[in-house]
Nanobody, 127 residues
Framework: QLQLRGSGGGLVQAGGSLRLSCVASRRTFSSYDMAWFRQAPGKEREFVASINRSGGSTYYADSVKERFTISRDNAKNTVYLQMNSLNSGDTAVYYC????????????????????WGQGTQVTVSS
């Protein structure tokens, strides 16, 4: 069982930045592919970014490209989401997720393929 704990959310003005963190409970963190998803009120959970186990390959939703960066530190069992140039459309609860893929691909953008989920951290962007 892998437990994930997300943090770093908060209230920020439009144009500002936040960095989310997600810490995993097990040393086998480096064997998991990781992702961030988000869910706004009344909307379905949507893909934000994913990263493979080594950190060498990533995917991003078109809406966050050039603004968000996903990264990981396997020595700290942590995945990060650096969010810049935030706007009101980024307001949501952000969730980290973990899975073990046979091969990392755009399959990693689907929430249904993830086994483990963090509890979510709220990001609110004020205009």
């Amino acid at each position: 069982q892998l437990q994930l704990r997300g943090s770093g959310g908060g209230l920020v003005q439009a144009g500002g930045s936040l960095r989310l963190s997600c810490v995993a409970s097990r040393r086998t963190f480096s064997s998991y592919d990781m992702a961030w998803f988000r869910q706004a009120p009344g909307k379905e959970r949507e893909f934000v970014a994913s990263i493979n186990r080594s950190g060498g390959s990533t995917y991003y939703a078109d809406s966050v490209k050039e603004r968000f960066t996903i990264s990981r530190d396997n020595a700290k069992n942590t995945v990060y989401l650096q969010m810049n140039s935030l706007n009101s459309g980024d307001t949501a609860v952000y969730y980290c997720a973990a899975a073990q893929f046979f091969a990392f691909s755009d399959y990693s953008t689907r929430p249904s393929v993830y086994t483990y989920w963090g509890q979510g951290t709220q990001v609110t962007v004020s205009s």
